[in-house]
């Protein structure tokens, strides 16, 4: 199993961003993936899962109504949809599936 988060970069306050994540090694498409982010000095933290049968649910309140995630099955690719990104946001951003966890992708939302 392999994941593979890209997108991520240098941002304004208010951006959009979309973040991807390749997946291989196993079904992807009856496989949910879960999105995670980890700002400086804290935790990783479950941001919300991106499901299979399709659609997404966030369950971290700070990112409600603002992130949502979808996919592409013809691509194995599952992607992170950010809108009105603060500073708060900075973090690096990961997905995973069957506990593979792949380097991350840095987001940077400043001024």
């Known amino acids: 199993v392999k994941v593979v988060e890209s997108g991520g970069g240098l941002v304004l306050p208010g951006s959009s961003l979309t973040l991807s994540c390749v997946c291989s090694g196993f079904t992807f498409s009856n496989s949910d993936i879960r999105w995670y982010r980890q700002t400086p000095g804290g935790g990783r933290e479950l941001m919300g899962v991106e499901k299979a049968r399709g659609g997404s649910t966030m369950y971290m309140a700070s990112v409600k109504g603002r992130f949502t995630a979808s996919r592409d099955n013809s691509k194995n690719t599952s992607y992170l949809h950010m809108s009105n990104l603060q500073p708060e946001d900075t973090a690096v951003y990961y997905c995973?599936?069957?506990?593979?966890w792949g380097q991350g992708t840095q987001v940077t939302v400043s001024s």
């Open positions: 995973t599936a069957f506990q593979s």
